[in-house]
């Protein structure tokens, strides 16, 4: 995870040192401003993927997570189209390219008031997700599309030309048992796991209940959960993950045990939130082969 903090040589640099170091996957935060770093500098989700994909050839480019806060799946898909073709790669066997949009219902904050609409109910909002995926789902396969629902509407929305060079993998983000429900139906369930106050092991236990909750829906979909890919961001468990690399191998080692099939951790800054050593990077990055973590 490589926040959209720097200007666009730093940008480069940063994650062509992913590509480089061997890591499968990037990801930016999707967010207007966060948190702490509220004052700090902030660049734009978009613009900071388009140029990581023009300094990388292979690495898969991801949203954490796209916030229906303040997108629209119509122009949502567009960009998404875009991003595809700058992307530029070859789709894999299963016809999928670069990019992972990775879709959430948007939480309370600093951009569920900036566009001055009202605060939604946690209900709400995961109704608000699935009408956004389901849309955004139906631009990407259609040359035009006409939707009016809840919370989004399209009309004559054209996408041309239809679809994009590769199929762009949807992975909804879910910490709840609606929303990771939800995922089963998707290319994926994205999860920074379980939210409230929890000791290490708490948290580690209930994030097998969200698990639990998640291979079921899927089985009652009627599809394998060992065949739907599982992300989640370790660095909301207690303890930074790349605190050292000892803390990382062992929450990536439970991680797997759980069946995620991808864990995603943020680049270790100065000071603050998520403050740690780059070096770790390279620690982890000679435990790779081929962009798997295999230890």
Do not use: C
Not at 153 to 177: D, Q
Not at 179 to 206: C, H, I, K, M, N
Not at 219 to 240: F, N, V
Request: proline share 5%.
């Amino acid at each position: 995870m490589i926040l959209p903090q720097f200007p666009t040589s730093e940008t480069r640099r940063r994650w062509k040192s992913l590509e480089d170091r061997g890591f499968a996957h990037g990801w930016t935060y999707d967010h207007l401003a966060w948190r702490d770093l509220a004052d700090e500098p902030w660049y734009g989700t978009i613009p900071t993927l388009a140029t990581a994909a023009q300094a990388t050839s292979t690495l898969r480019l991801g949203t954490w997570v796209t916030s229906p806060n303040f997108r629209h799946p119509v122009t949502y898909a567009k960009e998404l189209m875009s991003l595809e073709d700058i992307a530029g790669g070859k789709a894999d066997q299963s016809g999928k390219g670069r990019l992972i949009a990775a879709i959430g219902a948007g939480g309370l904050g600093w951009d569920s008031g900036v566009l001055g609409n009202p605060d939604l109910e946690p209900r709400q909002r995961v109704d608000r997700l699935g009408e956004f995926v389901v849309l955004t789902d139906l631009l990407l396969k259609q040359s035009e599309t006409n939707w009016r629902g809840d919370y989004f509407t399209a009309h004559r929305a054209r996408m041309l030309p239809v679809g994009s060079r590769a199929r762009i993998r949807l992975v909804v983000a879910g910490n709840g048992p609606r929303s990771v429900r939800l995922a089963s139906g998707y290319d994926g369930w994205a999860t920074t796991g379980p939210d409230g106050d929890f000791t290490a092991d708490q948290w580690w236990e209930r994030l097998a209940q969200l698990v639990e909750v998640f291979e079921t829906a899927a089985q009652r979909a009627g599809r394998d959960p060992a065949t739907i890919r599982r992300y989640l961001s370790m660095d909301l468990a207690p303890g930074y993950s790349l605190s050292e690399l000892a803390s990382f191998t062992e929450s990536a080692a439970k991680a797997r045990a759980l069946g995620f099939t991808d864990v995603i951790v943020h680049w270790p800054r100065p000071s603050g939130s998520y403050a740690g050593d780059e070096t770790v990077l390279d620690k982890i990055a000679g435990l790779l082969v081929d962009g798997q973590y295999l230890r």
